[in-house]
C-alpha cells in the first residue's frame, strides 16, 4: 500500500482494515474510492443499481486517495485508460484527467445535505453508496442498450428469394435504418451490400430453424435470408428489425445510452432523416463525434439536449439540411454567428443555457417559427425578435426580466402570444399610448407586480397573472376571453368596456369586497370563481345571468342570498363557509315561464354555514346528484331522497334527529354522511334500508373506556387514510408510541403521489434509521437530517427511481431544557405537513416545499437549470423541489429535509400530520378547531378526512391526530400516578391545595431539627432491623415492600446508581389525626409543614450529614441551589439527592421560590415534580430526590416507622445471642448524648413519646 503523497492506491480488496480506517481518521479530506469492473448483463440500469455491488467481488476493490488526487494519479496507479463516473444508476460519464473522483463523492454529499465532514467521509466509505454514485475502470455496457445501439455477427446468409443462391457465413450488422452485409466473411472493410429496412418487411422462414427474411421497400425491393444458431439471437434480431421496418419516417433514437460518438455503421443509413441523441456525452473530435454529422445528408432533425457540451459546435452550422435543432441544456453563454447559415432551420430550441443575448445573424433565418429560450439570464427581450417574423410567441420563462416594456412588443406585430412566468417583472413600461392589436394571450404568472394595466392590449383573449402581489388590475375587454388572477391582493379589477366573449372569470384568494359590475353584464360568462375573498354580498345581477354553468363563492363573508325571480342555468352552486343562516324559500321554487328556478342544478355546497334547515322545494332540482352541507344547524332532513339523479349526501355535523325515508330510495344513491349528529338514532329498519348504498358513514357507539386507560400515557394517536375516488391507496403513515422502550414516540406521514410502494418502504425502514441515527448523535437537527439523506439512499438501493413527500415527527425526553419534559423535533420534506395546538391555536411545524409556494427553492431550481413545464413541474414530473427518492433528478430535487424543534408543555393539547390532499382543503386552524375537542383520536382523524373529502377532495388523503398529555398528571410510573402500596403499606393520592400563610410556630410544636449518623435514635432502629409499625396502621408493612422493580414512566426514568453507597435507612413521620395538618392543641399551622389536610410523609436517610453544617460543606455549596432569605414564619427545608438507587443521599436546601411553587398545581409541572405525597421536588433532583422535612410536628399519639429495606443486601440483622449486647450498648450510648438545652416554649411541652420495637 502506498500512503506517501496524494496517491493511495489499495491492492484489490472490497472492504477496509484496521489499517485503512486509522489513515482515514487522522484526516477528513482523506478517503476512499470503490472501483466497479465492467458489467455486461441483460438488466436494466434500475436493477443494476438496487445493489450495491452487482460485480463479483474480484470486480470491485478500494483505492485510498485524497480530495486532491486527479482521476490520471488513479488510472496510473490502476493501470487504467480512464475512469467513469455513473449517477443513479442512469448515464456513464468519462471522467476527465483532472478531475478529482473523492472531492466529487464529497461535493455530491453536501448537495444532498450532509454538513458534518466527519460523516460525509463515512458515508463516502460505505459501498452502499454505489447506487447513487459509482466510479468504474472500464465502461460498463448492457446487452439491452447495445441491442438497440447495433447487431452484429458471423451467421449464414443467402441473397433472393429463390433457392439458386447458396448459403454462405457473412459478417452481417443491423444498425440504423439498415442491414449491412458483407460481401467477404470477417471482413468489416471493403465492399458491403445495404439493405434499408424503413417501409420494409422481416418475416420468418419457415423452412429453415431460426431464419429471418429481411427485405426493403419497393418494387425492386431486395431481400436477405439470414439463419441464427439459437432461438435467443433470433429474437433480439427479430424485435429490433421489426421496430426499424414499422417507422413511416427513418428516425434513429439513441437517446440515454451515454454515448460519446454516434457508432460507425450508423453513417450507412444515408436515408436518416430525424437523429435524436438526447441525455448522451456527445464528443467533438472523435471518428463519431459531432464534427462528423454533417455526413448525414438528408438530416432534418437533430436532438443534442443534456449534452453538457459547454459551447455550440459550429461544424452543425454546415448541415444546411436542418429544420429542427434542439440545443437545450448544455451550458452555452453564447451562439456563433454562423448559426445563420442554417437558412432551412424552423425550430429551434435554446432552453435550460446561460444565454444573455441573442446573435444579429439569427435574424436571417427567415423560416424560423419556433425560438425557445426559457431559463436562460435574458434581462430583457432581444431585439432580434423584430426581425423573426414567422416567430408568433416570444417564449421566456425563467429568466430575468425586470420591466415589462409594452413598448418593446408593439415593435413585434408578428407576436401573438407571450409567456414570462416566473420572471423578475416588478413593474410595466408603456412608452406611448398606441394600442396593441395583435397580442392575444400573455402568461404572467410567478412574478412579482404590484400594479399591472394591460389596457392598451385590446386583442387581449386570455390573460394568466397568478401569484404575484397584484393590488389593481386594468384591463380591456373587448375581446377578453378567459381571466386567471388567482392568490393575489387585488382590491379592484377594471374592465372597460364589458367583456362580452368573457367566459371564465377567476379571481380566488383575493382582498375583493365585492364582485366587479362589468362581471354581472357579461353575457356569455359561465364560470365566475370569486373564493376566499371578503364578498358580503351576491349580486343579484349574477343569478339573473342566463349564461352563468358555475359559480364558486365559497369562503367569503356572505350573510344571505337573494331571491330568484327567474330560471338560470346554473349546474354548480358553492356557497360555503359564509354566514347564511337561512336560504331564500323561493330558491328552488317554480319561475313564472313554470321552469324550475334552479331546475339544472347539479352540484350545491353550503358546508359551514349556519342554516338550520333546507327549503323543501328543493325536490324540484331533479338533476341534483350532490349535495354538501356538513357543518351547519340543520335539524330537519332535506326532501332529498326523491331525487331521480342523487349520489352524493354530505349532512355530516348538523343536529338532525331523525330521517324521513321514502318507500324506495333512488338507486343511484352511492354516498351518504351522516357522522357528527349526535342526537341521531337510526333504526335497524332504517339501516336495513340504505344497506344497499356503497358507502354509509355514521357515528360508532363509543367504546367504554376506564380512567386508567384515558390517562396512562402522554400521548395517543389515530389514524385515517381514504383512497377517494383512486383506485389504489398511495398514502402511509408510521406510528409508534413506545419508542425506545418507552423513553419517546416517533409518528410519520408518507405521500407517493401515484406510487403506491414508496411510502409502504419509507413505512417499514424509516423508524429503524432513526434510531441507528440518534445513537449516533444528540443533536436534532443533526439525526433528523441523517434519518432522511440515510432513506433516501436505501430507497435508491431498492431500484426506487421515484419520490415520496416525507413527514416525521420525534417525541423524545428534553435533556436541553430543563423547564420542558419533552421535545418534539419535525422534519419534512414535499407537501407533507405537521400542525401543533398550542392553546388552542395552530402552530406550524414543516414547510412546504413546492415551485408554487417556496419562492427561494423555486429559484435554486432555475439557478440549476431545470425546466419548469407549464403546469409548474420540474422537468415535467413533480411540483416538489424536495422529495425521498427521484434520484434522477439530482440536483433539482435534493432529500434535504427542513427540521424544526418545540418544547412541549402543558398548553400543547394535540399534532395533526397530514399529507397534501388534506391541507389543500382544509386551513390549520379549520384542522384544529375541528377535532380539539373530540375525545377520541381516532375519530378525530376520521373527521378530518371526511372533511377534506366533502370539500371536494378526490385524491388519496391520510391525517394522524396525536393527543398529548404533556404534565405531570399523565405520569404512569409508581412514584406519581398510580395509586400503589408505599413504604408503610399504603400511598397518598393527596392534591397541593393553597395553605395559609404560616406563622410563628406554637409551643407545642416541637422541631427535630439535627441528625445525626452517631446519636440518631432512627439509625439505630433501622440498622437493627426494626419493624416498628403504627397502631392505627393495619396494614402490615410486609405489603407495601415487596422486593420489585419500580414501574417508571418515559417522563421518570429509572435512575442510574451512584458513585457513593452507604447503607441506606428510611425514616417516615406521619401527621394523621387532623383534618388541617394540626394538633388538636394547635393554633397555627407548624412551621415547614405542608398544611393539605393529609398525612405528610418524609423519607430520610438518616446517614447524612447534620443540617447545620451545610453551609460549611464545599461540596454542597457548589451543587445546592442558593438558599432563601432567612424568614421567621418559615421552616428551614432541606431535600436530600440520591446517590444509590434506593436511599441514600445529602441533605440540600430548597430556596424560597421553589417552595412557593408548591401552592400551585399548575405551576409544579412546570418547574417541580410532583411526589406521591403532594409535595414538589426541583425539576433538576426529579430523577434521584427523596424529599424531607427537617421540621416535623412533635406528637404524642404519632410514631415513628423504620421499616425494614428493599434490598436484602441492605438488611442489617442482630442474631438473637447479640440481641441482649446490643441493646446494652445503644442505652449507654443515649445516656453518654448531651442534652440540648431547651428553649422557653419547649420547657412547658411534655417529653416527646414514640412507640417502638426495642
Known amino acids: 500500500m502506498k500512503r506517501n503523497g496524494s496517491r493511495s492506491c489499495l491492492t484489490r480488496r472490497s472492504r477496509f482494515g484496521s489499517r485503512e480506517r486509522d489513515w482515514l481518521r487522522e484526516d477528513v479530506k482523506r478517503g476512499c474510492v470503490y472501483l466497479y469492473g465492467a458489467e455486461t448483463s441483460t438488466a436494466t440500469t434500475a436493477t443494476a443499481s438496487s445493489t450495491s455491488c452487482s460485480s463479483s467481488s474480484s470486480d470491485l476493490h478500494l483505492v485510498l486517495c485524497t480530495v486532491e488526487t486527479p482521476a490520471s494519479e488513479i488510472c496510473a496507479g490502476e493501470g487504467r485508460e480512464s475512469l467513469y463516473i455513473q449517477l443513479h444508476g442512469d448515464l456513464v460519464r468519462r471522467l476527465e484527467p483532472t478531475e478529482r473522483p473523492l472531492q466529487i463523492v464529497y461535493d455530491y454529499l453536501s448537495r444532498l445535505g450532509f454538513d458534518d465532514p466527519v460523516r460525509i467521509q463515512e458515508e463516502a466509505t460505505n459501498p452502499d453508496l454505489g447506487c447513487m454514485i459509482r466510479f468504474y475502470g472500464e465502461k460498463p455496457c448492457q446487452l439491452d442498450h447495445l441491442d438497440r445501439i447495433l447487431l452484429s455477427g458471423i451467421y449464414n446468409v443467402r441473397k433472393g428469394k429463390t433457392q439458386l443462391h447458396k448459403w454462405a457465413e457473412r459478417l452481417v450488422v443491423l444498425c440504423g435504418t439498415c442491414l449491412i452485409v458483407s460481401s467477404v466473411k470477417d471482413c468489416q472493410t471493403g465492399k458491403v451490400h445495404i439493405l434499408p429496412l424503413v417501409g420494409g418487411k422481416v418475416e420468418e422462414v419457415k423452412r429453415r430453424q431460426h431464419c429471418l427474411a429481411f427485405s426493403s421497400a419497393g418494387a425492386q425491393a431486395q431481400t436477405y435470408h439470414v439463419s441464427f444458431e439459437t432461438l435467443a439471437e433470433y429474437q433480439r434480431w427479430q424485435r429490433q428489425a421489426s421496430k426499424v421496418v414499422s417507422q413511416r419516417i427513418s428516425t434513429v433514437d439513441l437517446s440515454c445510452y451515454s454515448l460519446e460518438e454516434v457508432p460507425e455503421h450508423l453513417f450507412y443509413s444515408q436515408d436518416i432523416t430525424y437523429l435524436n441523441l438526447r441525455h448522451n456525452f456527445m464528443q467533438l473530435e472523435r471518428p463519431g463525434g459531432l464534427d462528423t454529422l454533417y455526413k448525414f445528408s438528408q438530416l432534418k432533425g437533430l436532438n443534442l439536449s443534456h449534452n453538457k457540451l459547454g459551447f455550440f459546435p459550429v461544424l452543425l452550422c454546415e448541415i444546411s439540411t436542418l429544420t429542427e435543432l434542439n440545443l437545450s441544456c448544455n451550458g452555452f453563454h453564447d451562439l456563433p454567428s454562423e448559426i445563420g447559415n442554417l437558412l432551412n432551420l424552423q425550430t429551434l430550441c435554446l432552453d435550460g443555457n446561460f444565454l444573455t443575448t441573442l446573435p444579429e445573424e439569427l435574424g436571417n433565418l427567415q423560416q424560423l417559427s419556433s425560438l425557445g429560450i426559457s431559463f436562460n439570464n435574458f434581462s430583457q427581450i432581444p431585439e432580434v425578435y423584430e426581425k423573426l417574423t414567422l416567430v408568433d410567441k416570444v417564449v421566456m420563462a425563467g429568466n430575468h426580466l425586470e420591466v415589462l416594456s409594452l413598448g418593446v412588443l408593439n415593435r413585434m406585430s408578428h407576436v401573438k402570444h407571450v409567456d414570462l412566468r416566473m420572471n423578475h417583472l416588478k413593474t410595466m413600461v408603456a412608452e406611448n399610448l398606441e394600442g396593441n392589436k395583435h397580442i392575444t394571450h400573455m402568461d404572467l404568472r410567478d412574478n412579482q407586480l404590484t400594479d399591472l394595466d394591460l389596457s392598451s392590449l385590446c386583442s387581449l383573449e386570455q390573460l394568466h397573472c397568478e401569484r404575484n402581489q397584484l393590488r389593481e388590475l386594468t384591463l380591456s375587454g373587448f375581446s377578453l376571453r378567459t381571466l386567471y388572477a388567482n392568490s393575489n391582493k387585488l382590491t379592484a379589477v377594471n374592465v372597460y368596456p364589458v367583456p362580452s366573449l368573457l367566459t371564465t372569470l377567476e379571481l380566488s384568494r ?16 359561465e364560470i365566475i370563481d370569486v373564493s376566499y375573498n371578503v364578498l358580503t354580498e351576491v349580486p343579484m345581477r349574477i343569478l339573473s345571468s342566463l349564461s352563468l354553468r358555475k359559480l364558486m363563492m365559497g369562503h367569503n363573508h356572505i350573510q344571505n342570498l337573494p331571491a330568484l325571480v327567474e330560471h338560470i342555468p346554473l349546474e354548480v352552486l358553492d356557497i360555503q363557509h359564509n354566514g347564511l343562516t337561512r336560504l331564500p ?3 328552488f321554487s317554480r319561475a313564472l315561464n313554470k321552469l324550475n328556478k334552479l331546475e339544472q342544478l347539479e352540484e350545491l355546497n353550503l358546508s359551514g354555514n349556519k342554516l338550520k334547515t333546507i327549503p323543501t322545494t328543493i325536490a324540484n332540482c331533479k338533476r341534483l346528484h350532490t349535495l354538501v352541507a356538513h357543518s351547519n344547524n340543520i335539524s330537519i332532513f332535506p326532501e332529498i331522497l326523491q331525487l331521480p339523479q342523487i349520489q352524493f349526501v354530505d349532512l355530516s355535523c348538523n343536529d338532525l334527529t331523525e330521517i324521513l325515508i321514502p318507500e324506495a330510495l333512488p338507486a343511484t344513491l352511492q354516498d351518504l354522511d351522516l357522522t357528527g349528529n349526535t342526537n341521531l338514532v337510526l333504526e335497524h329498519k332504517t339501516l336495513d334500508i340504505f344497506s344497499h348504498i356503497t358507502t354509509l358513514k355514521i357515528d360508532q357507539k363509543p367504546l367504554p373506556t376506564t380512567d386508567s386507560t384515558i390517562t396512562s ?10 383512497a377517494g375516488q383512486r383506485n389504489k391507496l398511495c398514502v402511509s403513515a408510521l406510528a409508534m408510541d413506545n419508542l425506545a422502550e418507552g423513553v419517546g414516540a416517533v409518528y410519520g406521514m408518507f405521500d407517493g403521489d401515484r406510487n403506491e410502494e414508496l411510502p409502504r418502504l419509507l413505512q417499514c425502514t424509516m423508524a429503524d434509521v432513526l434510531l441507528e441515527e440518534v445513537q449516533q448523535s444528540a443533536h436534532d437537527t443533526v439525526f433528523m437530517a441523517s434519518t432522511f439523506l440515510v432513506s433516501h439512499r436505501k430507497l435508491g438501493m431498492a431500484g426506487q427511481k421515484l419520490g415520496s413527500s416525507a413527514l416525521l415527527c420525534y417525541i423524545r425526553p428534553d435533556t436541553v431544557d430543563p423547564t420542558s419534559s419533552f421535545n418534539l423535533t419535525v422534519a419534512n420534506v414535499g407537501t407533507c405537513q405537521a400542525v401543533l395546538c398550542r ?5 406550524p411545524l414543516s414547510k412546504v416545499f413546492s415551485l408554487e409556494q417556496d419562492p427561494e427553492e423555486a429559484q435554486r431550481v432555475k439557478d440549476q437549470k431545470a425546466i419548469i413545464t407549464e403546469d409548474n413541474k420540474v422537468n415535467g414530473v413533480t411540483c416538489c423541489t424536495r422529495l425521498l427518492g427521484c434520484a434522477y433528478l439530482y440536483p433539482w430535487i435534493l432529500p434535504k429535509p427542513y427540521i424544526s424543534s418545540t418544547p412541549l408543555t402543558i398548553q400543547d393539547e394535540l399534532l395533526i400530520l397530514g399529507n397534501k390532499a388534506l391541507w389543500e382543503h ?11 375537542h373530540v375525545q377520541d383520536p381516532l375519530a378525530a382523524a376520521k373527521k378530518l378526512c371526511t372533511l377534506a373529502q366533502s370539500y371536494g377532495c378526490q385524491d388519496n388523503v391520510g391525517a394522524m391526530v396525536v393527543y398529548l398529555n404533556i404534565g405531570e398528571e399523565g405520569c404512569t410510573c409508581e412514584m406519581n400516578g398510580l395509586t400503589l402500596p408505599g413504604p408503610v403499606g399504603f400511598a397518598s393520592s393527596t392534591t397541593i391545595k393553597d395553605a395559609p400563610k404560616p406563622t410563628t410556630p406554637s409551643s407545642s410544636s416541637g422541631i427535630a431539627s439535627e441528625f445525626s449518623s452517631e446519636t440518631s435514635t432512627s439509625e439505630v432502629s433501622s440498622e437493627v432491623g426494626s419493624t416498628a ?14 422486593p420489585r422493580p419500580e414501574r417508571r414512566c418515559s417522563l421518570h426514568p429509572t435512575p442510574t446508581s451512584g458513585v457513593f453507597q452507604r447503607q441506606p435507612s428510611c425514616a417516615t413521620f406521619s401527621s394523621n389525626q387532623s383534618d388541617n395538618g394540626l394538633d388538636s392543641d394547635d393554633d ?3 412551621e415547614g409543614v405542608i398544611t393539605n389536610g393529609s398525612k405528610v410523609e418524609v423519607e430520610v436517610d438518616i446517614h447524612c450529614c447534620r443540617g447545620r453544617d451545610l453551609e460549611s460543606s464545599p461540596t454542597l455549596r457548589e451543587s445546592s441551589p442558593t438558599p432563601c432569605p432567612e424568614e421567621p414564619s418559615r421552616g428551614l427545608c432541606f431535600g436530600i439527592r440520591r446517590q444509590n438507587s434506593v436511599n441514600s443521599g445529602i441533605l440540600l436546601p430548597m430556596s424560597k421560590d421553589k417552595m412557593e411553587l408548591q401552592k400551585s398545581p399548575s405551576t409544579s409541572c412546570l ?3 410532583k411526589l406521591s405525597n403532594g409535595s414538589i421536588v426541583p425539576l433538576e433532583d426529579s430523577l434521584n430526590l427523596i424529599e424531607v422535612a427537617t421540621e416535623v410536628p412533635k406528637r404524642k399519639t404519632g410514631y415513628f416507622a423504620a421499616p425494614t429495606q428493599l434490598e436484602p443486601e441492605d438488611q442489617f440483622v442482630v442474631p438473637r445471642d447479640l440481641e441482649e449486647e446490643v441493646k446494652e450498648q445503644m442505652k449507654q450510648h443515649q445516656e453518654s448524648r448531651p442534652e440540648p438545652e431547651p428553649s422557653e416554649e419547649d420547657r412547658t411541652e411534655p417529653p416527646e413519646e414514640f412507640d417502638t420495637a426495642l
Open 510 to 525: 383575493n382582498l375583493l369586497e365585492c364582485v366587479p359590475d362589468w362581471a354581472c353584464d357579461a353575457k356569455k360568462i
Open 585 to 587: 324559500d323561493t330558491l
Open 713 to 722: 400515557t402522554f400521548w395517543s394517536h389515530g389514524l385515517a387514510e381514504m
Open 839 to 843: 392553546s388552542g391555536k395552530p402552530v
Open 922 to 932: 382544509l386551513s390549520y386552524a379549520e384542522a384544529v378547531n375541528a377535532v380539539r
Open 1029 to 1042: 409499625s403504627d397502631e392505627h396502621n393495619t396494614v402490615g408493612l410486609e405489603a407495601g415492600l415487596l
Open 1084 to 1086: 397555627q399551622p407548624v
Open 1167 to 1169: 418547574y417541580g415534580k
